[in-house]
Nanobody, 115 residues
Framework: QVQLVESGGGLVQPGGSLRLSCATSGSIFAFVPMDWYRQAPGNQRELVARVTGSGSTNYADSVKGRFTISRDNAKNTVYLQMNNLKPEDTAVYYC?????????WGQGTQVTVSS
């Protein structure tokens, strides 16, 4: 059974930073892509960033240059460093992976950017 547990959300002022963490269980973590999605009220869930098993990354245009996804395979953990946060980044952020055609999601962590 794969479990994903996010942490690190909170309230931050515009221009501030947060680092989200997603701790995983399962022995194949090092070989699968890991994603961060977000969902704002009234919006569809959208892909924010992805890191492959080999460490390649890609980002949504809206976060390029501000967010960095990384992974520590020894700790079975994926991170999302978010800098220069904007009010439009306010959302629930979810960790996600797909293993053998099955989607796994964390419970989500709230990020609120407001002055």
């Amino acid at each position: 059974q794969v479990q994903l547990v996010e942490s690190g959300g909170g309230l931050v002022q515009p221009g501030g930073s947060l680092r989200l963490s997603c701790a995983t269980s399962g022995s194949i973590f090092a070989f699968v892509p890991m994603d961060w999605y977000r969902q704002a009220p009234g919006n569809q869930r959208e892909l924010v960033a992805r890191v492959t098993g080999s460490g390649s990354t890609n980002y949504a245009d809206s976060v390029k240059g501000r967010f960095t996804i990384s992974r520590d395979n020894a700790k079975n953990t994926v991170y999302l460093q978010m800098n220069n946060l904007k009010p439009e980044d306010t959302a629930v952020y979810y960790c996600h992976t797909r293993i053998r055609l099955t989607d796994y999601w964390g419970q989500g962590t709230q990020v609120t950017v407001s002055s």
